[in-house]
């Protein structure tokens, strides 16, 4: 009996010494989770929270029956206040669609990171019922309410009207991402392609929302009969267009472009504010980039890749200096699909089967960042989980420091999630 024990002891011992290097590259979570929203029969989506954690700004879909009505709304995350920045149809369009209803567009709405400024998309009502047609912004105390339009350049000083174009701007905003203060965006431009369709045109334009100066820094010309790239890069929103995102100052930009003739051929590029420094900074040559982020200080990117260049399909840490990738594991999982990288740069958030998984980018050491167990859980019809986001749309569900995360989940005798924030302190 002592001899099968000693056996036992020998196995055991084994197993500690084989696993060893597995357990000492994870970290405690010391969490708890509460309810933020309690939308009725109504739904929320879209949730961005503020760098310091105190607020959120999301959209709520009220069920009038047959109808829907958007509302955005700003919470303050400690007290539940809550306040209404804009509601769908308060407000119509300006020329030349004067007297059309505005309603809220169909990407999400971000929170500028210190909290002052909310920067959403607005689609045309009904009869053109044209989507994610003009930027807006307003303060986030109710005050500077603006309406940004975007003419296409090259359109201007011709008759576009016999052109078949429905007007002399761009379609439609696919992407966009905000400064910190809110004082730069820059948005991805899908063209308007008209009743002939000239084929797919796009563009990057800056916005200094200050001054309202916009600026285009990749857009290509008309030639009256298709619209043609002269230089390289060009198509900033086929494949790879969709990794879109910008630092913290707004001094540099991040996106996806085609990198020569070749339509396969996409990578990664960085630009400053004004356009006249544009990098290549990764050579995957392929357009499988399905979500990109960058920190606030311009210095890491963090792209979520599924082709099958370089590793494969995962998560990889790119040199924003250029050409240098990592591709990064976990303890958990050999391939990481991140949700969320924190404005300092520090953690990636991502899921693991049913957990919320978080990874130490500076020591690559991860851990549970929730699970059933945590305090404040719900256990609904389906696992909580980090917000869900159109694909490509990189959401900053979590605050700088990464100590504030947003949850969705479903509470009993609800179909649809509310919002929750998850504490977390990694030890």
């Known amino acids: 009996m002592n001899k099968k024990i000693g056996n036992i002891f020998i196995v055991l011992i084994v197993i500690i010494l084989m696993t060893g290097p597995l357990f000492s590259d994870v970290l405690e979570n010391q969490g708890h989770i509460k309810r933020l929203t309690y939308s009725g029969n109504n739904s929320v989506h879209y949730p961005c929270m503020s760098d310091d954690g105190q607020w959120m700004l999301y959209v709520l879909e009220i069920n009038g029956g047959e109808e829907i009505t958007k509302s955005l709304r700003l919470m303050n995350i400690d007290t539940g206040k809550e306040t209404e920045l804009f509601l769908d149809k308060n407000k119509t369009a300006p020329e030349p669609y004067k007297d059309i209803s505005l309603l809220i567009g169909t990407k999400p709405p971000i929170l500028s990171g210190d909290g002052s400024v909310a920067v959403f998309v607005l689609s045309l009502d009904q009869p053109e019922n044209i989507l994610d047609h003009y930027l807006a912004m307003i303060n986030t105390d109710g005050t500077g309410f603006k309406i940004f339009s975007f003419p296409i350049d090259v359109l201007q000083g011709k008759d576009w009207k016999t052109l078949d174009f429905k007007g002399n701007e761009w379609e439609r905003i696919s992407h966009y991402a905000v400064s910190s203060d809110g004082s730069h965006v820059a948005c991805v431009m899908k063209g308007h392609l008209g009743p002939v369709r000239y084929g797919n045109a796009s563009a990057i334009i800056m916005i200094d929302t200050r001054s309202e100066e916009k600026k285009t820094i990749l857009a290509p010309e008309f030639n009256g009969q298709q619209w043609e790239w002269k230089t390289q890069p060009s198509r900033p929103l086929l494949g790879g267009g969709w990794a879109f995102g910008i630092s913290g100052s707004g001094e540099r930009v991040l996106f996806g472009a085609q990198s020569s003739d070749d339509k396969l051929d996409y990578d990664l590029y960085i630009s ?66 991140f949700f969320d990288l924190t404005g300092n740069g520090k953690y990636i958030l991502y899921k693991h089967i049913y957990d919320g998984v978080f990874l130490d980018l500076e020591t690559g050491k991860g851990g549970i960042a929730f699970d059933k167990n945590t305090p404040g859980y719900i256990s609904g019809l389906v696992p909580m989980d980090f917000p869900r986001f159109p694909a490509f749309w990189g959401p900053r569900i979590a605050n700088h420091e990464g100590t504030r995360i947003l949850l969705a989940g479903i509470p009993e005798g609800k179909k649809s999630p509310e919002f929750f924030l998850l504490r977390f302190e990694p030890k």
């Open 272 to 337: 400053d504010w004004k356009g006249t420094r544009v990098k290549r900074i990764t050579d995957f040559q392929d357009r499988w980039f399905s979500l990109a982020e960058m920190s606030q200080d311009g210095k890491k990117v963090v792209v979520y890749y599924t082709g099958k260049k370089k590793q494969g399909i995962g998560t990889y840490i790119v040199s924003s200096e250029g050409f240098e990738t990592e591709y990064l594991k976990s303890p958990f999982s050999p391939k990481v699909e």
